[in-house]
């Protein structure tokens, strides 16, 4: 059974400090995807990798994939209040399906 | 320009019911999507289509769901029968072109509740 699973689950940050989040996946998966959620809000996303060794950034935001290892990571950096979310990855190992992982959320603190 | 819209923002039935729900995506998106996020189940993929088709809909949890597509445009899911554990939010999202190649626009999401 294909599994997804995120830690930390929850991460409380102080503003300015560098984190990651790692999503770990079970089985082959050639993409990858990043959302975030505010809190009673629908879904944003994120990142879309499609490969291998692929690296994106937006902002303080930077995600990689590493398909081998089955593990993407999303690094935050000199965090900042407006990134208290809900991040979620997903992956889509059997062509259009994909399954999340449990989200973890973040609150960065003053 | 316009996002995506879904409709309604909330619905409260009884249980044994039959909602619809509704989702207009961005104009000249191809691609749509239906997921849902329940506290117990976290978030689900149920279907997806390109243009009007449904190529796969194995992602909906029971027969009791189904979805259509009409003009390349608004999607409606229904869901017949209603369970209580169908209580959820519903997203829909759009994308302009591909499967799931593209950055997803999600609407704000229909709260579905059973009684």
């Known amino acids: 059974e294909l599994k997804v699973e995120q830690n930390p689950l929850f991460l409380s940050m102080q503003e300015g400090k560098n984190y990651t989040i790692y999503c770990n996946y079970s089985t082959t998966s050639d993409r990858l995807y990043w959302y975030r959620q505010d809190p009673g809000k629908s879904l944003e996303s994120l990142f879309v990798?499609?490969?291998?060794?692929a690296v994106k950034q937006e902002g303080r935001l930077m995600a990689s994939l590493d398909t081998k290892a089955r593990l993407s990571t999303l690094h935050i950096t000199a965090a900042v209040h407006d990134l208290s979310a809900t991040y979620f990855c997903a992956v889509d190992p059997f062509n259009n399906d994909m399954r999340f992982g449990a989200g973890t959320r973040l609150t960065v603190k003053p | 320009g316009a996002g995506v819209s879904q409709s309604p923002s909330n619905k409260v039935t009884e249980k044994g019911k039959d909602v619809e729900l509704r989702c207009d995506p961005i104009s000249g998106h191809t691609a749509l999507y239906w997921y849902r996020q329940s506290l117990g189940q976290g978030l689900e993929f149920l279907i997806y289509?390109?243009?009007?088709?449904?190529?796969?809909k194995s992602g909906l949890p029971s027969d009791r769901f189904s979805a259509e597509r009409t003009g390349g445009s608004v999607s409606t899911l229904t869901i017949q029968r209603t369970q209580q554990e169908d209580s959820a939010v519903y997203l829909c999202?759009?994308?302009?072109?591909?499967?799931?190649?593209?950055?997803?626009?999600f609407g704000p999401g229909t709260r579905l509740t059973v009684l």
């Open positions: 999202a759009s994308s302009p072109t591909g499967l799931f190649t593209d950055t997803q626009y």
């Open positions: 990798l499609l490969s291998n060794g």
């Open positions: 289509f390109q243009g009007n088709s449904a190529p796969d």
